[in-house]
């Protein structure tokens, strides 16, 4: 194998399993450092640069940085990463101070933003301190897209969801409200230099077909419409007795809506098995723990309705059935139908885009899904005036991946918007540096020990299920923020090794705990796995390769199972290996954004 390059970005970024899972590539461990200093303003600062909605994210993010998280690999529950993003939201201080502050110099440019949630929000972030003249339609009253009205209260307090779309708001950007956009040609016809749609995938999916769906219309509803009326108050009420339909977060936000607004026996029905389900395991669990069972493997049959009154629906039982490929099939185990009664149904079984205000005569091409057809790098149109963001562009995600779309689109205007090449994009910013302050004392927490994580504590149930805006978690308190935030194993600290400076005394192989590095002769990638200490398996993480030793041998570092503990560094008696702290940050439109 070659020699690694470790002047690549990527290579270290990719180590720091968090960051490089997180859509917008959060510098998570720095962050979390800052946390245990209680530095939550710092903390608050580096998320809001990169996430722009620590508080909403705190609170509701999918979490796809935990299943990468390294402490996962010692105990069974990865850090807290998303929890922690909160408690530098509930404790920080004067932000605002640190945040572009108006009015900013005018570069003469008009950009146009189509709905107010995160990718949108995001763009008009990143571009109003450059001068753009921003304009932010959305037939909402007030901005945060489906974050408003698709995260109930109790999960996503409005005085959060506030405070951070009111960040953003107040660098000067024209809203333009209770604004329903029916015609992008009316839009393009405009003085707008650029047009970005970030309006999210706002249709339901349905059952249309269903035997008794006209009939009993009045007590069926689509789930995320139905939470978008509880949200603005249209409706405050549910029948006793609820069916919900699907396995999705959506599903799990209105069970557990229903519960609060009257149902006494909310139901969830779910096709799939319990295991497979959409819906992440702690949504699940928190259903779960407010008295809703979840039924799986019902398929839907029929509405039941008598006398012009929903009285319930069937269901046919199944189990799943998989080929030597893993396919699933799902079939009937032979049972009789099962009936379940029901006062009200909701259907929350999926959700589609919908264009019908985009004409297709704008030279936008659509493909066969009737989705427009979009780069994924730059985010633009096959007009070029036009790009696409958030769940608009690929179809349903979440808060974080629409984040990163919208900075990556912010990218592509500012760069259209200055005439030039929108797959010519700045490097991310990155810096490496030895966190050594004295003998055997580094700048950073090395000890590495068994540390289960920590429970976040809930308010009382009886109290929250009255009262559909109180919130439910309560968040960590200081000292077990701290408690958790030691568990992070400063995975941004990396190992870096100095081939010139090595004497092949094989302390460092001895003293790892890990086994995680070895030296040998040089060979073929898989023959060189083989052949470590402990046979590297897992071919997503790279191996660090050093150049050719005295002995002919070369220095391999499987970085799957290292733990950034330091002890190679500490044992080493020439400084062959030093532990230095790489940050990276993507970079924004503009400019790269430092902190």
């Not at 809203?175 to 016809?189: D, G």
């Not at 979440?398 to 929108?422: E, F, P, Y």
């Not at 302050?437 to 149930?461: F, L, T």
Request: one cysteine or more.
């Amino acid at each position: 194998m070659k020699p690694t390059d470790i002047k690549d970005p990527e290579y270290f970024h990719k180590v720091v399993d968090c960051q490089h899972a997180c859509p917008a590539h959060t510098p998570v461990p720095e962050y979390i450092r800052l946390i245990a200093e209680q530095k939550y303003t710092e903390a608050y600062m580096i998320n809001w640069d990169s996430n722009v909605f620590p508080g909403v994210l705190g609170r509701t993010c999918d979490r796809p940085c935990e299943p990468a998280c390294r402490r996962g690999r010692l105990e069974q529950e990865p850090v807290a990463i998303c929890r922690l993003k909160r408690v530098a939201a509930d404790n920080k201080g004067d932000v605002k101070q640190h945040m572009p502050q108006g009015p900013f110099k005018p570069n003469g440019k008009k950009v146009a933003l189509i709905g107010a949630g995160p990718a949108s929000l995001t763009v008009a972030r990143d571009l109003a301190p450059l001068g753009y003249e921003i304009h932010l339609f959305d037939e909402q009253k007030l901005g945060g897209g489906f974050m408003r009205s698709q995260i109930p209260a109790f999960r996503l307090p409005e005085t959060v969801l506030n405070e951070e779309v009111n960040f953003i708001l107040d660098l000067g950007i024209h809203t333009h409200f209770k604004h329903y956009v029916k015609s992008l040609k009316e839009i393009l016809a405009k003085d707008y230099d650029a047009v970005y749609v970030g309006t999210g995938a706002p249709r339901g999916r349905d059952l249309p077909d269903m035997v008794g769906r006209k009939e009993g219309a009045a007590n069926i509803h689509i789930g995320i419409n139905w939470l978008g009326s509880v949200a603005f108050e249209h409706v405050s009420k549910i029948g006793k007795k609820v069916i919900v339909l699907g396995g999705g977060n959506t599903a799990m936000d209105c069970c557990r809506t229903a519960r609060r607004l009257g149902g006494e026996e909310v139901k969830v029905v779910v096709r799939s098995p319990f295991a497979e389900m959409k819906a992440s395991p702690w949504e699940k669990e928190d259903a779960q723990h407010e008295d809703i069972p979840i039924l799986d493997c019902h398929v839907p049959k029929t509405f039941v309705v008598e006398d012009g009154k929903l009285k319930g629906m069937t269901f046919e039982k199944v189990h799943a059935v998989y080929d030597s490929k893993g396919k699933r099939q799902l079939v009937p185990v032979g049972d009789a139908d099962v009936f379940i009664e029901a006062d009200d149904v909701l259907v929350a079984i999926g959700q589609e885009n919908s264009f019908p205000w985009i004409e297709r005569d704008l030279g936008i091409d659509f493909d066969k899904w009737d989705m427009p057809v979009i780069d994924p790098i730059t985010f633009g149109s096959t007009n070029k005036k036009v790009f696409f963001g958030g769940d608009a562009a690929f179809g349903p995600k979440n808060v974080i991946t629409a984040v990163a779309h919208g900075h990556q689109g912010a990218i592509s205007i500012d760069l259209h918007c200055q005439d030039k090449d929108l797959k010519v994009r700045l490097a991310p910013y990155v810096n490496l540096i030895s966190q050594k302050m004295g003998i055997h004392e580094w700048a950073y927490d090395s000890a590495v020990v068994d540390d289960q994580r920590y429970v976040v504590p809930q308010n009382d149930k009886k109290v929250t299920l009255t009262n559909r805006k109180k919130e439910v978690e309560l968040g960590f308190d200081g000292l077990t923020g701290f408690k958790e935030a030691e568990r992070c194993l400063n995975c941004d600290i990396q190992t870096v090794f100095s081939t010139s400076k090595c004497i092949e005394c094989d302390a460092c192989m001895d003293v790892c705990p890990t086994a995680c590095i070895s030296f040998t002769e040089n060979g073929e990638e898989e023959d060189l796995r083989s052949r470590l200490k402990a046979p590297s398996h897992l071919l997503t993480q790279d191996l660090y390769v050093s150049d050719t030793l005295p002995t002919k041998r070369v220095m391999v570092k499987d970085e799957n199972v290292c733990l950034h503990c330091g002890l190679c560094a500490e044992r080493c008696p020439t400084s062959a290996w030093d532990m230095q702290k790489f940050f990276y940050n993507v970079t924004k439109a503009g400019k790269a954004c430092q902190q």
